[in-house]
């Protein structure tokens, strides 16, 4: 069955760097893009950027584009999120989202990893 | 930034009843927004994209409605399992962007 499988939950000091990995099996990598959400708790969800398992173009939300990079191994058929500069505020849960019906590369997913809870704690 | 903004934030509602959730774009998005239901512990499900079209597997107590600006996500009649978290989610301008969500509650 088509499903994206993030890696575990990371525990992280301040200014340390993150790296996600989302696993997708099931359906065909290069044919669809994958975009990176973060949910802080008890808040609501926030999009984080998206790339492209096809060529690996990549767009980013202006706020992170400083401290995140996404990436894809399309021989793994494996997206990674990785994070720079942790602090407090970035203390979520991170998800990796398959595009499904877009308007020209922006869309809605219809795929969910089950998430992956980041923590940022001296 | 597109600013979508969702009301209300709270929705108490008895099982059998209708429920109406809005969503407001601060701009025209044409039909590019999708409706997704979270429970606790749990990744979002997509139920409606394009605005008014279900998703596979959802039941049909689940209706969108509205372009441009206004959109509604209408519950026909609450199941003990749709008491959740509902978000939209614009998808027509870079950066994609979310609204702040409506829990439906049990009253």
């Known amino acids: 069955q088509v499903q994206l499988v993030q890696s575990g939950a990371e525990v992280k000091k301040p200014g340390a760097s993150v790296k996600v990995s989302c696993k997708a099996s099931?359906?065909?990598?290069?044919?669809?893009?994958i975009s990176w959400v973060r949910q802080a708790p008890g808040q609501a969800l926030e999009w984080m950027g998206w790339?492209?398992?096809?060529?690996?173009?990549?767009n980013y939300a202006q706020k992170l584009q400083d401290r995140v990079t996404m990436t894809t191994d399309t021989s793994t058929t494996t997206a990674y999120m990785e994070l720079r500069g942790l602090r407090s505020d970035d203390t979520a849960v991170y998800y990796c989202?398959?595009?499904?019906?877009?308007?020209?590369?922006?869309?809605?997913?219809?795929?969910w990893g089950q998430g992956t809870m980041v923590t940022v704690s001296p | 930034e597109i600013v979508m903004t969702q009301s209300p934030a709270t929705l108490s509602v008895s099982p059998g009843e209708r429920a109406t959730l809005s969503c407001r774009a601060s701009?025209?998005?044409?039909?590019?927004l999708a409706w997704y239901q979270q429970k606790p512990g749990q990744a979002p499900r997509l139920l409606i994209y394009?605005?008014?079209t279900r998703a596979t597997g959802i039941p049909a107590r689940f209706s969108g409605s509205g372009s441009g600006t206004e959109f509604t996500l209408t519950i026909s009649s609450l199941q003990s399992e749709d008491f959740a978290v509902y978000y939209c989610?614009?998808?027509?301008?870079?950066?994609?962007?979310f609204g702040g969500g409506t829990k439906v509650e049990i009253k």
């Open positions: 989202a398959r595009d499904f019906y877009c308007s020209s590369t922006r869309c809605a997913f219809d795929i």
């Open positions: 099931g359906y065909t990598f290069t044919t669809y893009g």
């Open positions: 790339i492209s398992a096809y060529n690996g173009n990549t």
């Open positions: 701009q025209s998005v044409s039909s590019n």
């Open positions: 394009g605005a008014s």
């Open positions: 989610q614009q998808y027509n301008y870079w950066p994609l962007t």
